[in-house]
């Protein structure tokens, strides 16, 4: 119940493509899903999040899509760039004392250009 | 300049030896985390401490130790006992407890000889 399961685990998109990468959870008590970037050989960056009151966050060419009766969120990048080639997790996080991050285990995208 | 530092980048540990990874925080946040990353594993916590003088094991805490004798520093012990150690270590810290909005340190590199 712990888990967050996240798919695909590697996806290849045309430059100006759209990839979408999904991720479902069992814990109804999780309130707080951040998505992370991670470029090889380098600590994972906070990249957006949202909280189950909003169905939608948008940060620049970043959105979370998030369904909180199916129990899912996804990440798109809008106009896809070579430079967003990189490793993403989702994680999710119950908060309080001992609401500790709960991470996918990544997607790896590859932007052609 | 704000943020996470983690030394040394690589590490090459020999049979039977402990080694210490540093990590330090100049950004006055309570908690800090220890994970380690495996290729198609994502993130797997280690140890975490929400304040000075306390800490609590995390999924994957055994053959690793840690201290917590001050807020800007956690350092994390590879001891002989983790048969397995080869793996990227990563440090991060947040502000309060539940491991929201946690900001990663570039890593250190784990390598067996």
């Known amino acids: 119940q712990q888990q967050v399961k996240q798919s695909p685990q590697s996806l290849i998109v045309q430059k100006g493509g759209i990839p979408i990468i999904n991720c479902a959870y069992e814990n109804t008590a999780f309130d707080y899903f951040p998505w992370y970037q991670q470029f090889p050989g380098k600590g994972p960056a906070l990249l957006i999040a949202i909280r189950p009151d909003v169905s939608e966050k948008k940060e620049g060419r970043f959105t979370i899509s998030f369904n909180k009766s199916a129990k899912q969120f996804s990440l798109h990048i809008m106009d896809s760039q070579p430079g967003d080639s990189a490793t993403y997790f989702c994680?999710?996080?119950?908060?309080?004392?001992?609401?500790?991050?709960?991470f996918g285990k990544g997607t790896k995208l590859s932007v052609k250009p | 300049d704000g943020g996470i530092t983690q030394s040394p980048k690589y590490l090459f540990r020999k049979e039977g030896q402990n080694v210490t990874l540093s990590c330090e925080q100049n950004?006055?946040?309570?908690?800090m985390y220890w994970y380690r990353q495996d290729p198609g594993q994502g993130l797997r916590l280690i140890y975490y401490?929400?304040?000075?003088?306390?800490?609590q094991k995390g999924d994957i805490a055994e053959g690793y130790s840690v201290s917590r004798e001050k807020k800007e520093s956690f350092p994390l012990t590879v001891t002989s006992a983790q048969k397995n150690p080869t793996a990227f270590y990563l440090c991060?810290?947040?502000?309060?407890?539940?491991?929201?909005?946690?900001?990663f340190g570039p890593g250190t590199r784990l390598l067996v000889l």
């Open positions: 991060a810290s947040s502000s309060g407890p539940g491991g929201e909005t946690q900001y």
């Open positions: 950004l006055n946040h309570d908690a």
């Open positions: 401490s929400q304040i000075v003088n306390d800490f």
């Open positions: 994680a999710a996080s119950t908060g309080g004392s001992q609401g500790n991050l709960i």
